[in-house]
């Protein structure tokens, strides 16, 4: 396989299968879906509600089978969990009677490390995230910013090569959001991984992304990409760019598309 090959997914679709004897042929999620997402590129996937994007990160991440078409990472074909992919939730995950620390560690004693290299680890990716003095807190002590923090931590410190994040900040207050995808992109240039995004937020995707799909109203599908080419390095004043705004607009306009096309019962 190429340098440049991160994931690669072939002509999937899926459906959800009805109980026995009602809707046998399920409800369409995915259609034909192809999109090749480069090594360490931060993609963002965008769409109407319902339109597959949490079917597709689940997909890619082996959570759910591939029954139609294919998906494959440098380590091959995916069809099942694996070391190599890890996923950050909207709802933070934590073990909620672990400490940080504990909670950065589970991932590291699960590989059967040895329990003072598990500990130096995950230190060092508790300091990344910015969430040093707060190793023996426990989650419902913490604000829900540095709770995604240690779920982010927890996921890094077991070295995947794909990040796979499904609205990691829906569920945060705006200025926290903020805060969470300016720290995202620097802890991303530091430790480069392949990154795939899910999210509604037009501004979101456009500040974090390299590369932004648009899918379509449900039987979802690539229906667009886009190149931001905001360049690497981001900050407040990325807010108040041209190129940023007009993107957004853009984005928006194919974005709304969509969700009208999904209101109607879609194509």
């Not at 369409?28 to 509600?49: N, R, V, Y």
């Not at 069809?79 to 672990?98: C, E, Y």
């Not at 969430?131 to 779920?151: N, T």
Request: aromatic share 6%.
């Amino acid at each position: 396989m190429t340098a440049d090959f991160g994931i690669k997914i072939e002509g999937v679709s899926h459906a959800y299968r009805g109980a026995q004897g009602q809707n046998a042929a399920g409800t369409l999620a995915l259609k034909q879906t192809d999109l090749l997402i480069h090594h360490h590129e931060f993609h963002a996937l965008l769409g109407p509600s319902g339109c597959g994007k949490s079917t597709l990160l689940y997909l890619i991440g082996g959570f759910i089978p591939v029954h139609t078409g294919s998906i494959s990472t440098q380590k091959g074909p995916v069809t099942a969990p694996g070391p190599d992919r890890s996923i950050v939730f909207q709802n933070f995950a934590l073990f909620p009677w672990k400490t940080v620390l504990e909670n950065v560690m589970y991932g590291l004693q699960k590989k059967g490390l040895p329990e003072a290299e598990c500990r130096d680890i995950a230190q060092a990716h508790i300091k990344l995230v910015q969430l040093s003095g707060f190793e023996q807190a426990y989650p419902s002590q913490l604000s829900g910013g540095m709770q995604q923090r240690a779920a982010i931590a927890r996921t890094l410190a077991v070295d995947p090569d794909i990040l796979l994040m499904d609205e990691p900040f829906g569920a945060l207050d705006a200025q926290t959001r903020r805060v969470m995808q300016e720290e995202l992109r620097m802890i991303w240039k530091r430790r480069p991984k392949t990154v795939v995004f899910v999210t509604h937020d037009v501004h979101e995707a456009v500040f974090l992304a390299d590369r932004i799909s648009i899918m379509s109203a449900r039987p979802g599908r690539i229906e667009h990409q886009i190149d931001t080419g905001l360049g690497p390095e981001r900050d407040e004043s990325t807010l108040t760019d041209r190129r940023f705004v007009e993107l957004g607009e853009q984005i928006w306009r194919l974005v709304r598309e969509q969700a009208v096309l999904a209101s109607r019962g879609g194509l």
